[in-house]
């Protein structure tokens, strides 16, 4: 049983950054293409950028040019760089396979952005 564990959120002002990391058990994280996922209150889950194993990219429009994704296969982990942070972005962000059967979803980071 695959167990994700994010971390990293925490309170920013409106155009601060911060990263979130994203910790995978099991032998199997390097094939799936991963992403980061967020949900803010009221609202569904989105995913906001997906990565594949040899690394290619793919962003919300929300997002773009703002958050970039990466991973480390050797440390089974994906990061999340964020910057120029909206209160907008204000969410519980996730990681989860984007590209086959999600495993069970972890806790989340919470990231508040307000002044």
């Known amino acids: 049983q695959v167990q994700l564990v ?10 601060g950054s911060l990263r979130l990391s994203c910790a995978a058990s099991g032998s199997r994280f390097s094939i799936y293409v991963m992403g980061w996922y967020r949900q803010a209150p009221g609202k ?16 919300g429009d929300s ?3 703002r958050f970039t994704i990466s991973r480390d296969n050797a440390k089974n982990t994906v990061y999340l760089q964020m910057n120029s942070l909206k209160p907008e972005d204000t969410a519980v962000y996730y990681c989860n396979v984007v590209d086959g059967p999600p495993y069970s979803w972890g806790q989340g980071t919470q990231v508040t952005v307000s002044s």
């Not at 994010?6 to 155009?15: F, I, R």
């Open 63 to 65: 997002v773009k040019g």
């Open 6 to 15: 994010e971390s990293g959120g925490g309170l920013v002002q409106p155009g």
């Open 44 to 59: 569904q889950r989105e995913l906001v950028a997906g990565i594949s194993s040899s690394g290619h990219t793919n962003y």
